[in-house]
T-cell receptor, first 112, second 112 residues
């Protein structure tokens, strides 16, 4: 399975945009890019996903590089509630997600 | 409200005892998953099930067993053969070939 690489930690100020990077240089053509986040002592929650085009939803935006070897999760205005571990995951299309690989993720701290 | 429930939230057991963690979902999802998370680490897949009466080993199935007799339920048994059972256990579910996994709140198991 293709792997992803993320920074261990990042810091942001409240109400400023946050750009969380993810490298996935071995991504295949049918791999979807997923982002989940996990608050302390809770289960992960889905944030966003995409295949080739940039995506927006109420939580965040996902910018995917043209060669698909990297992507960036964008939180437009960070709040204290956005402090969490963010996971970038690749999922092969047509599967149930049994090949989700949750690496250590990026721990985002939001400063008031 | 639809969702996934895991019980109990905290569980303590003596070394050498088997223990069963509960996972129930009312989302009418076909697929269910069990993950293990150790402190500061990502999630690792233990078992998954795509349909009733069928399940597959994940990356770290040794010392664990599961059953899937009903669509809504996917209990995980941590056996005495699991050498390091103390961890945070997360259950998830997804629609058939769905793109999003929904996670429960987790059970923190401590073996004394």
């Amino acid at each position: 399975d293709a792997k992803t690489t993320q920074p261990n930690s990042m810091e942001s100020n409240e109400e400023e945009p946050v750009h969380l990077p993810c490298n996935h240089s071995t991504i295949s053509g049918t791999d979807y890019i997923h982002w989940y986040r996990q608050l302390p002592s809770q289960g992960p929650e889905y944030v966003i996903h995409g295949l080739t085009s940039n995506v927006n939803n109420r939580m965040a935006s996902l910018a995917i590089a043209e060669d698909r070897k990297s992507s960036t999760l964008i939180l437009h205005r960070a709040t204290l509630r956005d402090a969490a571990v963010y996971y970038c995951i690749l999922r092969r299309g047509g599967t149930y997600g049994q090949n989700f690989v949750f690496g250590p993720g990026t721990r985002l701290s939001v400063l008031p | 409200d639809g969702g996934i429930t895991q019980s109990p939230k905290y569980l303590f057991r003596k070394e050498g005892q088997n223990v069963t963690l509960s996972c129930e979902q009312n989302l009418n999802h076909d697929a269910m998953y069990w993950y293990r998370q150790d402190p500061g680490q990502g999630l690792r897949l233990i078992y998954y099930s795509q349909i009733v009466n069928d399940f597959q080993k994940g990356d770290i199935a040794e010392g664990y067993s599961v059953s899937r007799e009903k669509k809504e339920s996917f209990p995980l048994t941590v056996t005495s053969a699991q050498k390091n059972p103390t961890a945070f256990y997360l259950c998830a579910s997804s629609m058939e070939r769905g793109l999003e996994q929904f996670f429960g709140p987790g059970t923190r198991l401590t073996v004394l």
